[in-house]
């Protein structure tokens, strides 16, 4: 985990987003407040470029954002498996900047935790992080028929998970 944290930082220079990089541009105005989108990161301040606050400030938008994307790819997982059948417990998704997990479940209490580092990568890694916490719910280990109920909801999950493995 910790020979990934350079695709995963958030600098001031630019933003690594769903697997792409942004530029980021500083326009000194009176609000106080970062803005990504398809072409770069724009960071609103009246401060300059004073770095700290500027990445604060980046760090906040970028972390709304993704759980924004998380809430929705909540959604996409939990249609599909009612679409299938299966009834998963009312899920509550937190964001959180953790050290050495891409996701945890806690499947008693409904809950799972997404890194917030994997905003750096593909929408496809992050859905196949919340496939993989969701199938806790049915198996609370990682046997053989973990992975077989995995991929059978998400036949992609070793193609864009293994990119969480790249060095």
Same mark, same amino acid.
């Given at each position: 985990?910790?020979? @990934?944290?350079?695709?995963?930082?958030?600098?001031?220079?630019?933003?690594?987003?769903?697997?792409?990089?942004?530029?980021? @541009?500083?326009?000194?105005?009176? !609000?106080?407040?970062?803005?990504?989108?398809?072409i770069e990161c724009r960071? /609103?301040?009246?401060?300059?470029? +004073?770095?700290?606050?500027?990445?604060?400030?980046?760090? @906040?938008?970028?972390? +709304?954002? /993704?759980?924004?994307?998380?809430? $929705?790819?909540?959604?996409?997982? !939990?249609?599909?498996?009612? !679409? !299938?059948?299966?009834?998963?417990?009312?899920?509550?998704?937190?964001?959180?900047?953790? $050290?050495?997990?891409?996701?945890?479940?806690?499947?008693?209490?409904?809950?799972?935790?997404?890194?917030?580092?994997?905003?750096?990568?593909?929408?496809?890694?992050?859905?196949?992080?919340?496939?993989?916490?969701?199938?806790?719910?049915?198996?609370?280990?990682?046997?053989?028929?973990?992975? +077989? /109920?995995?991929?059978?909801?998400?036949?992609?999950? /070793?193609?864009?998970? +293994?990119?969480?493995?790249?060095?």
């Amino acid at each position: 985990m910790r020979t @990934r944290e350079k695709r995963s930082e958030i600098n001031t220079e630019t933003v690594n987003w769903l697997g792409k990089e942004y530029p980021v @541009r500083i326009i000194h105005n009176a !609000r106080e407040l970062a803005v990504l989108d398809e072409i770069e990161c724009r960071v /609103f301040t009246r401060l300059g470029g +004073d770095g700290e606050y500027v990445l604060s400030l980046i760090q @906040r938008a970028v972390a +709304d954002r /993704f759980a924004a994307l998380c809430r $929705k790819l909540n959604e996409e997982v !939990r249609a599909e498996l009612m !679409r !299938r059948g299966l009834t998963p417990p009312p899920t509550q998704i937190t964001i959180k900047d953790m $050290k050495s997990r891409w996701g945890s479940c806690s499947y008693t209490r409904g809950h799972i935790s997404i890194n917030i580092r994997l905003a750096a990568y593909p929408r496809e890694t992050v859905l196949s992080v919340l496939w993989h916490e969701y199938a806790h719910y049915w198996h609370h280990d990682h046997s053989r028929k973990f992975y +077989d /109920f995995l991929l059978d909801m998400y036949p992609e999950y /070793f193609r864009w998970n +293994d990119l969480l493995k790249e060095k």
